[in-house]
């Protein structure tokens, strides 16, 4: 099945600012699902509100537009309810990690067979520009125009602290490594986290002083390097990509199973 099988081409063109990541997101996610050669029938997308939230109108796949910061806990209904489908949730930083933050951590500890995709451009882009969890401190937005002295979360850690079995980060330049993080953390069973980091040249840019795409792109570039790496060990600053966990542990569905199992007997 093409990928192009996997779109509503209906909603295209999307609505994503010139030069957004998320739709290289899109691309390499839609290239991971036809490299599994999946059936779109066994996929179920789930998001909340925001630019990420987008992503579930474009797929042809079964799809929840849900409540902002909730995705998580709709997607755990669906598969406590249809274990067999495969559940992908698409967050940004707010979704995922303010008002989502709660849900993000028990989903994590709960070990639930999910793939959770953090779209980390360290803004709220769609409301227009406000700090978020992941801006970090010292950035500029629209609701610190003195500067945020707010710190960030780290995904990774937060993750990995909070016990989910898959834990990847990646970014929207280094777009074959997104593919392949995603078909491992879809194959992967239980829950997993891959952070991508995505540029939004529209406000964040703007607002630090970063430059256009191709400036942040570049960034991404010169800024992260793999995990364990020599560049790491001479320059501790860099961000490091990769897979961070990934773990066999009992999934919640199949814990879950042998409860009403054990009552039944």
Request: net charge neutral.
């Amino acid at each position: 099945m093409p990928v192009k099988d996997y779109i509503r081409e209906r909603f295209f063109p999307h609505i994503w600012c010139s030069g957004c990541g998320h739709g290289i997101i899109l691309n390499n996610m839609l290239r991971a699902v036809e490299e599994l050669d999946m059936d779109k029938s066994d996929i179920v997308m789930v998001s909340g509100i925001g630019c990420s939230a987008r992503i579930s109108g474009y797929v042809d796949f079964h799809t929840l537009h849900t409540l902002h910061g909730r995705a998580l806990a709709f997607a755990t209904g669906v598969k406590m309810s249809q274990p067999k489908l495969k559940l992908m949730v698409p967050m940004g930083d707010g979704d995922a990690l303010a008002i989502g933050g709660n849900h993000f951590i028990h989903a994590a500890r709960r070990n639930i067979d999910m793939t959770a995709i953090v779209m980390n451009n360290r803004i709220y882009g769609m409301t227009g520009g406000q700090f978020s969890p992941l801006s970090g401190y010292g950035t500029l937005a629209t609701t610190a125009p003195y500067s945020n002295i707010d710190h960030n979360f780290d995904v990774v850690a937060l993750a990995q602290a909070a016990g989910a079995s898959f834990v990847a980060r990646t970014t929207t330049f280094h777009a074959r490594q997104i593919t392949d993080l995603i078909k491992q953390a879809i194959e992967h069973r239980g829950f997993s986290v891959i952070e991508i980091l995505s540029q939004c040249p529209t406000y964040f840019s703007r607002k630090n002083n970063m430059g256009g795409q191709i400036e942040m792109m570049e960034w991404y570039k010169n800024n992260t390097t793999r995990i364990g790496s020599k560049a790491k060990q001479e320059n501790p600053q860099l961000i490091e990509r990769g897979i961070f966990v990934q773990r066999d542990m009992p999934e919640y569905c199949d814990e879950y199973d042998k409860v009403i199992e054990a009552a039944q007997k």
